[in-house]
């Protein structure tokens, strides 16, 4: 029986607004959980996957020792793609021609992920596409000038004769950081056998190469890694990516500014669950004096909710996975082979914020609301607003339960929950005062506005929550707006527009000014020329270093660099640069080296250690004087090691410069390539691109997200607002009677909401202002300057919100005519 | 004629409310003995605590002291919720300002009571009772779109729904004009002969006090001259 009343009175209440706040919020908080969680482990998989292109699978595996088949059949069990690849250096002969070249040696089915581009010609600009096929070599473009070959010549290369191809227009992982490595082969794995090349002890790095679904990887990586020897390590991917920091902070935001939408949406759920059980309380009081048992009261309301639960948690999650099909599309716009993943995780997160919205803000005034004695019939219902202690507490238990379910973070959800706690309390503290201040103003003014300042004060001083969840939400809506400008802007000032995005390298000391009057001539901007001097690390202090890791795991020996390093001198650190330790090489320093930080871990090397470095044959010594910590996200050439200019001034060098270059001018390229054909051009457009995809998609997420909180913002409005209608309505009702004029009403009503809204728009300016700065200052470390904007958009924004959303909700009431507003309130 | 069986019985009954300062008593010593299908009417100024004695009554508040027994069950030992099982199976109540819940129909009002005590034929029996206080054609107005007698008549109809053994009313027939509260008085007075309900009502109509069996006199908390009346017919 119970169930038939509670349907009959929740269809009804429906028209009445509370339970549509209470659906709203609900849905808010989960559709924003589902759709944002859901969309940064879109965007952060797009990264991944496009990342994969850069090495040309998921995940690799390196060795310095031959295939293990072993190692292949694990994976494909596992259903995973894979593909082996070898890379060595070697010299090319072509009749009198001789070249030293980097041989990449690869299987047929690679690259796993991104394209293999050949082309049967010998500039990239052929149109005739090729395919790599037993027999033949690719050559990078710049080597049919050096071996003075065509396609179709035949190439020495160790024991065997090889055909030319084409031409290497694109390899997904080829390497970008070597600048100055030898020109790039590229021949079929059947081949090599027949080279001879492959010879114990010759120096060889073989990949394997994987590709598959997240969840065989993850099982391949942890059941296979404690089976992998001390030649066997997996390729990190994070260093490639220039923007791998920048969008892990991005995600940690991301969630955190949605997690206050949330926390926004819950407040407003738990305004007008306390509205609505406030309103119902006669109600109660009366089906009880008609018989009804707080059980049966229970069912009647605890049934209210659980349907306005399950329609916003089916509509939130519906909502949620829409959003996030749109933004997937939209991943696809820019990465046509992106592979979209279904995954559960945003499901059950959005579920799991609903239950704790619900049951920690909601319920808990429906279940106070269940214990009206009866006798409450008697009573005309205080027309008062409150929260129990037991529902701040829980309040507050659900806000910081949330947060630590989104951020994962103990430590960081409790200080986050302290921060806004004190928000909290500062508000109130200031409200209280302002109520004060507010009292001598009231005197000498207009009527109409005396009715507003003393609803106002009447109303701040009953609840100053309202106030709070005002410059809350408008305080939200404020700091996520610049911080998202900041972030982005941060993005930016990575990859300024007319950063060089076209290395050169391999110049050499004559070539210099034939660069520098082809870049007059042209109007390009050359940078610094570093110079650059290949060597190898032979010896740290007297200790001789392995070249290689050998079969004799028990040498005690280190291990060395294993490749040739690109050594530089400068006299000043560079930019993005920063000393951990020692100091950087005064004026007339004497042999002297700066190391790289994550070298220097990786070969035990301190300060003070003497460095040997084999430079052409000749041994230099030099004394660690400081230790580097690189930005490898930044675009620029970076080093492991910089001497001191006094070492290596002699030797001969070839350097390294870099310019910028418009898309609409690579044509310009084709002509440097025939000016200087041995200079490497090393185009980094593809990452600039790559950071900038990504930089758009993260501002999409994140006005997403700020919309999603001036939603929320709103919807505390409205919820408040509604929480006070009834008590509104009998005043205007009186007033009416008395002979108030619409006009008189109207006005007083907009200044009341304009006051308001300007309070909470001063308080959340100032808030914002206090936390932009420190968070300019702590995170981005950039120097102390105001947001001029923010002092007249707070303000507004809170004046025009309020107002408006003020009006909208009430402008019915004023037009409802007099004795009608009387008959509605007198008979309840 | 049998022996009266008693059907409510009140002993020394107070009631004090706590304040912000203090404390107030409403009710002194208040005892009273009311028999089955008896007529008996509270009268008194205003203030003088006849809706707190009815509250009392009915079970729906406690005696901060005394003890009231309904039907022989002692109602200031139950709790809440067995006062309220008590309430939906034997007690109707009119209240002075009507109460009906603003969200169901006059027809769901009516029914209400009858759903929760799990009657089957509810529907039926609203439809009749609408009929009996003549609001057959308002079935499925909402109590706004009411006027005031005709909500206190939808009240009168929900207390009868039940068909309980005694029916508290307070003040059933103020705020209404002479005829449409004579309607209602006669209304009372017929569902009690029919029904052999035991009526209790608050008035401060002397003519409706008359048509009662007994009266009760009400002042600043206790009983005045009590029951003269009563005392006088049954001499
Ligand atoms: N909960 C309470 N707190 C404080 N005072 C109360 C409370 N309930 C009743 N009173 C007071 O007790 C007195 C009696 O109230 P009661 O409603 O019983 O009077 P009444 O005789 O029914 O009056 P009326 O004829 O006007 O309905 C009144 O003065 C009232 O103000
Ligand atoms: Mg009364």
Redesign the interface.
Known sequence: MWASIAWRLFWRELSRGELWVIAFALFLAVGSVVSLSGITEGVKSALMQRSAQFIAADKVLRSSQPFEQRIVDKAEQLQLKTAQQMQFDSMLFAGDNLRLATIKVVSSSYPLRGELVLKRGNVITATEAATLTPGQLFLEARLFDLLGVAVGDEIELGMSRLQVGGVIVNEPDAPLSVFGGAPRVIMHLDDVAATEIVQPGSRIGYRYLFAGSTENLQQFESELTPQLSVHQRWQKMDRESAIGSALQRAERFLLLAGLLGIVLAACAAAVAASRYSQRHTQAVAVIKALGATTAQIRLIYGSHLLLVVLFSLLCGLIAGQVAIGAVQWGIQLYLPDYRAEFSMRPLWLGSLTCMICALLFAARPMWRLAATPAIEVLKRPAAKFTLDTLQWLTGAAAIWALMWLFSGELVLSIGLFLLCAGFAAILMASAAVLVRLAKPMAAGQSSARKLALANLKRRLWANSFQLITFSLAIFLALLLYFLRAELIGQWQRQIPVGAPNQFLVNITESQRSVLDSFAAEHQLELGQYYPVVRGRLTAINDEQLQQEATKDDRSQQRVGVGRELNLTWLSQLPDNNQLLSGSWFSRDAKAQVSVEAEIAERLEVKLGDSLVFSIGGQMVTAKVSSIRKVDWNSLQPNFYMILSPDLLADFPATYINAFYLSAERTALLNQLARLLPTVTVISVDNIIAQVNDIIAQVTIALSFILLIICIAAALVLVAQVQATLEQREQELAILRTLGARYAFLRNALLLEFALLGAMAGGFATLLAEVMLLTVQQRVFELPFSPHYNLWWMGPVLGIVMVTLLGWWQLKRLLRIPGAQLMRKVLQG | MNTPEVHINAVKLAKTVKLTEGSLTILHDISLTINRGETVAIVGASGSGK??LL?LL?G??LPSHGEVYLAGRPLHTLS??E???????D?G?V?QSF??????TAL?NIT??A????IKDARSRGLALLEQVGLSARADFF??QLSGGE?QRVAIA?AFI?RPAVLFADEPSANLDAATGQKIEDLLFTLNAEQGTTLVLVTHNNDLAQRCQRQYRMQAGRFIDSDLKGLANVG
């Open positions: 809706s707190t509250s009915a729906l508040d809440e919720d006062r309220a099982a008590v309430r939906a199976a007690v109540f209240f109460l009906l819940l603003p969200s169901l769901e209400l009571p759903e929760l005590a799990g109590p706004a909500q929900r039940t």
